[in-house]
């Protein structure tokens, strides 16, 4: 019997029970070789300061150019990823590219930015994670100050001592942790405490029309009172209007990212679109 539908909108079956969905089965086979090939890619969406609009970080976003479907959102492949345990080889796939990508920019264009990472529960999971995460570094020879990996508060309710653990370990490298989608999980805020977080990201649906919504004003101005408060650092995701950046602003929330400033760009692009901003910047004063 089908207890739940997976966000992805397939069927989730009771252990035991026989599993033949020829779609999704031919979706796996294809991302597996995806992974192997040479079918993903990264993009880059910019962080800015919201007083000055400058480039603080960019977040990694993993897309797939798929031969005959183009190029698919994460949306769509992702949640196929995380239950068929693909997301372990992909996700280690997205921490090597962008670290490849962060030491191109360092060398070409001497751009100091840090680099975010999405990181899912099963690959932080995985037996020696934060030595894998180490070797990397150290093969790319990034400064690790430079890496800051985004974890969903789900990763947070389970397994917490072994969590734990990986969490300290990884902090121990120099590499930073943020709360990707803060407030939409089911997590208590003590672990706020327990876990060894740097930045909270609010999340994209508390700043849609934030300025004529004012439940979603008052969580947002909650959350980034809270991160004062603890010390945190704050970005506020998928900001598309300057309204929403303005009520941010107003509330001092120090970071924002979205459509406004920049949608996810190919790398190459990431370097046009600092010259631009700039230059725009330059003009606006
Ligand atoms: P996320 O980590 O919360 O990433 C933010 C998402 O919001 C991105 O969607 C980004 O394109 C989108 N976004 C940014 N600004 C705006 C805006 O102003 N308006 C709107 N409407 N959307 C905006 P994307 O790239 O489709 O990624 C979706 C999700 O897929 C990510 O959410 C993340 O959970 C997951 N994902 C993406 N790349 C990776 C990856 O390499 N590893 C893992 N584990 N998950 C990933
Ligand atoms: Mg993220
Ligand atoms: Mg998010
Ligand atoms: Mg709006």
Not at 31 to 53: H, M, N, S, Y
Not at 104 to 111: A, F, I, P, S, V
Not at 264 to 281: D, F, Q, T
Request: hydrophobic share 45%; net charge negative; with cysteine.
């Amino acid at each position: 019997e089908a207890k739940a539908r997976g966000r992805n909108g397939f069927r989730r079956y009771a252990a035991g029970t026989a599993m033949y969905n020829p779609a999704r089965i031919a979706l796996e086979n294809d991302l597996r070789k995806a992974i192997d090939g040479d079918e993903l890619v990264l993009f880059f969406q910019p962080q800015v300061d919201l007083v000055t609009q400058e480039i603080r970080g960019v977040e990694a976003l993993v897309r797939w150019r798929h031969p005959q479907r183009g190029l698919v959102s994460p949306i769509h492949f992702i949640p196929v990823a995380e239950e068929s345990g693909l997301i372990v080889p992909l996700g280690n796939w997205v921490l090597c590219a962008a670290l490849h990508q962060l030491r191109q920019w360092q060398m070409q264009e001497r751009l100091p930015v840090r680099v975010s990472i999405n990181i899912s529960a099963l690959q932080l999971r995985q037996g020696g994670f934060a030595r894998y995460l180490a070797e990397q570094i150290e093969a790319y020879a990034i400064d690790p100050c430079l890496i800051e990996l985004e974890l969903t508060e789900s990763v947070l309710m389970h397994n917490v001592e072994g969590v734990l653990q990986t969490l300290h370990e990884i902090k121990a490298l120099g590499v930073s942790l943020a709360i990707d989608d803060f407030g939409t999980g089911f997590s208590s805020l003590s672990y706020l405490r327990r876990f060894p977080i740097d930045r909270l990201k609010i999340d994209q649906s508390f700043v849609r029309d934030i300025e004529r919504t004012p439940t979603n004003e008052s969580i947002a101005r909650a959350i980034v009172a809270l991160a004062n408060s603890l010390s945190l650092d704050i970005v506020a995701e998928g900001i598309e209007t300057p309204a929403e950046k303005s009520v941010l602003e107003h509330m001092r929330c120090s970071e924002g990212q979205g459509y406004l400033f920049a949608k996810p760009l190919p790398a190459e692009e990431i370097v046009n679109w600092l010259g631009v901003s700039r230059k725009e910047l330059l003009l606006s004063y």
